[in-house]
């Protein structure tokens, strides 16, 4: 046996048709909202990177580039200390 005090406290169950029916409106209102202020976000495949992944290996070859640049730069310094 249930107590007045529980049953007042119990969640209302979706069971009510009118809504249940209200709820899926409003979720899928929520999806398109969230689907038009996020386009990009739209239809990805399960196997595509993410774009931080896909700039991942350009970011790491302009690391590379950079840093023997540096070190070129460094040798001929160096060198030219050694030249006069």
Excluded: C, N, Y
Excluded at 3 to 18: K, M, T, Y
Excluded at 59 to 73: K, V
């Amino acid at each position: 046996m249930r107590s007045e005090a529980h049953r007042q406290a119990v969640r209302p169950s979706l069971a009510d048709l009118g809504t249940a029916k209200a709820v899926e409106r409003q979720t899928a209102a929520m999806r398109e909202l969230t689907r038009r202020a996020f386009p990009e976000l739209d239809v990805v495949a399960d196997d595509a990177l993410a774009p931080i992944e896909q700039a991942r290996p350009q970011r790491r070859r302009q690391a590379a580039a950079t840093e023997a640049l540096t070190l070129l730069e460094t040798v001929r310094w160096g060198e030219s200390l050694f030249a006069t």
